[in-house]
């Protein structure tokens, strides 16, 4: 199996603007896949009340929200006999300006 490393997020311009969008932080692994994921912070920013919610059919352990700094990784346990056809998994955060975030990961 090749594995691919894990790089700091590429800034994308909005079109007419000039500024840069906010790129999504985490990077998700799932070389453990179907049982085992992990999620990384590839930002420069620490990422506040880091949350996660499992919807659809499968089963999560609920954490309290998380502070992960720039290079933490938290570890997911996630099993479902159909996740891909049934669940999404959906990352909350905020960022240290108080910005909420919502990140919906298919698997």
Same mark, same amino acid.
Request: hydrophobic share 40%.
């Given at each position: 199996m090749t594995t691919?490393?894990?790089t700091r997020p590429t800034p994308i311009t909005r079109p007419g603007t000039g500024r840069l969008a906010y790129q999504v932080p =985490? %990077?998700?692994d799932r070389r453990g896949a179907p049982n085992r994921y992990? =999620? %990384?912070n590839v930002?420069?920013?620490p990422l506040r009340g880091l949350s996660f919610s499992l919807l659809g059919a499968g089963l999560m352990r609920a954490t309290a929200p998380l502070l992960l700094a720039p290079g933490q990784?938290?570890?997911l346990g996630i099993r479902?006999?159909?996740l891909p056809l049934t669940?999404?998994?959906v990352v909350r955060w905020f960022r240290p300006n108080g910005d909420e975030y919502l990140w919906r990961?298919?698997?």
């Amino acid at each position: 199996m090749t594995t691919t490393p894990i790089t700091r997020p590429t800034p994308i311009t909005r079109p007419g603007t000039g500024r840069l969008a906010y790129q999504v932080p =985490l %990077r998700l692994d799932r070389r453990g896949a179907p049982n085992r994921y992990l =999620l %990384r912070n590839v930002g420069d920013e620490p990422l506040r009340g880091l949350s996660f919610s499992l919807l659809g059919a499968g089963l999560m352990r609920a954490t309290a929200p998380l502070l992960l700094a720039p290079g933490q990784e938290v570890r997911l346990g996630i099993r479902g006999a159909t996740l891909p056809l049934t669940a999404v998994l959906v990352v909350r955060w905020f960022r240290p300006n108080g910005d909420e975030y919502l990140w919906r990961v298919s698997f």
